[in-house]
C-alpha cells in the first residue's frame, strides 16, 4: 500500500514533483493546483516578515495590483450583464402590496436610534411593512441608460458596477396575509416568489449558531451572492466587491426598518452548509454570506 508522501518531502525535494504527487500531498486534486498555486502568486515574504496567515494570502491575491483577469475596457463596450435575479420560470409569485410612506424620521435619527434586537412581539408582522421594508432597502428606484441597453435598473441600494449581486430571500414565519415559507425577493416585478411552503421556524434556528431565538423572528431574511453576475467583470477581485455590497445592503436594511419601527438583528454566525441548503444553493457560486431577523418589537 503506498501512502501520500509529506508534503516538507516535497517542498524539500530536488526535482519538482508532478502535480499528482503534489495534489496527493495537499490533499487535493491535480486539477485544483492552478488555484492553489494563484493563491500563493506574490506571497512571498521578507525573512524578518511575520508568518503568513490565511487573511495575508487571501489579501495579497485580492489586491487590485495582482487582479490580472478583470475585463478588458474594450470588451467591456459590448458587454450585457447577467440578469440581476434568479430565474423564476415555473415558481408560483406572490405580488407585493404597495410600499407605504416611511415615517417622518430624520436619517440623524434613524442612525441613533438604531440597534440590534433579538426579541419579537408574538404578534404577527403586516404584509405591508416587510414590503416596503425590501423595496424601500433594497428596490429598483428607476431606470437608465447602461451595459448596452437603455433601460438598466437602478437599486436603492448601490453596488459596484450597479451589478446587485446580492439577492434577498425571506423566511415567512410570521407574516399577515403571507402563507409560511421561502421566498425569493424580485424588486424587478416587484413579488415575491415562493421556493417552498410549510413551518421553517426549526430549520432556520438550526442553521443559526447559537442563536435559538432566531425559532421566534417572525420574518428571517437571508442575504445570498451571486458571483456570477460580477465576476465576468471584476474577476477575482469579485469576493471583495460582493461583501462591500453585502455591508451597503445590510445599512439600508437597518435603517429602513428603524424607521419602520421594527426590531432586527443582522446574523453572520450561521452554518453554510446548511443555510445554503436551505436556499437551494451550491455555495460555489451562489452562497449565503448574512441572516437578518425583523419583527415587532416586544410588547407591541
Given at each position: ?223 445570498a451572492v451571486d458571483m456570477s453576475r460580477v465576476d465576468w467583470k471584476y474577476g477575482v477581485r469579485s469576493y471583495r466587491f460582493v461583501h462591500v455590497d453585502l455591508g451597503v445592503l445590510t445599512q439600508n436594511l437597518y435603517l429602513v426598518a428603524t424607521a419602520l419601527g421594527l426590531n432586527t438583528c443582522a446574523v453572520a454566525a450561521f452554518d453554510d452548509d446548511a443555510a445554503n441548503d436551505l436556499l437551494r444553493l451550491d455555495g460555489r457560486d451562489a452562497f449565503v454570506s448574512l441572516m437578518f431577523a425583523c419583527g ?5
Amino acid at each position: 500500500m503506498t501512502t501520500a508522501p509529506e508534503v516538507p518531502q516535497i517542498l524539500q525535494a530536488r526535482e519538482r514533483p508532478g502535480d499528482e504527487e503534489l495534489a496527493a500531498a495537499l490533499g487535493t486534486r491535480a486539477c485544483d493546483l492552478p488555484a492553489v498555486r494563484s493563491l500563493l502568486d506574490g506571497a512571498a515574504a521578507e525573512p524578518e516578515d511575520p508568518p503568513l496567515r490565511l487573511r495575508d494570502l487571501l489579501h495579497r491575491r485580492l489586491r487590485s495590483g495582482v487582479c490580472d483577469d478583470m475585463i478588458d475596457p474594450r470588451a467591456l463596450q459590448a458587454a450585457r450583464p447577467r440578469p440581476a435575479e434568479p430565474p423564476s420560470a415555473g415558481l408560483p409569485a406572490v405580488p407585493l402590496p404597495a410600499p407605504r410612506a416611511l415615517p417622518d424620521i430624520t436619517l440623524a435619527d434613524a442612525i441613533e436610534q438604531r440597534h440590534s434586537s433579538t426579541t419579537f412581539a408574538a404578534r404577527p408582522m403586516e404584509f405591508a411593512v416587510l414590503a416596503t421594508l425590501l423595496e424601500q432597502a433594497a428596490g429598483v428606484r428607476g431606470h437608465r441608460p447602461g451595459y448596452n441597453v437603455r433601460d438598466f435598473p437602478v437599486r436603492r441600494a448601490p453596488s459596484a458596477g450597479g451589478l446587485a449581486p446580492i439577492d434577498l430571500y425571506v423566511v415567512a414565519n410570521a407574516v399577515d396575509e403571507l402563507t409560511q415559507g421561502l421566498y425569493c425577493y424580485r424588486p424587478s416585478a416587484p413579488e415575491l416568489v415562493r421556493v417552498d411552503t410549510g413551518n421553517m421556524r426549526a430549520k432556520v434556528a438550526e442553521a443559526g449558531i447559537a442563536a435559538d431565538w432566531l425559532f421566534h423572528a417572525p420574518a428571517v431574511l437571508f442575504l445570498a451572492v451571486d458571483m456570477s453576475r460580477v465576476d465576468w467583470k471584476y474577476g477575482v477581485r469579485s469576493y471583495r466587491f460582493v461583501h462591500v455590497d453585502l455591508g451597503v445592503l445590510t445599512q439600508n436594511l437597518y435603517l429602513v426598518a428603524t424607521a419602520l419601527g421594527l426590531n432586527t438583528c443582522a446574523v453572520a454566525a450561521f452554518d453554510d452548509d446548511a443555510a445554503n441548503d436551505l436556499l437551494r444553493l451550491d455555495g460555489r457560486d451562489a452562497f449565503v454570506s448574512l441572516m437578518f431577523a425583523c419583527g415587532l418589537p416586544a410588547g407591541r
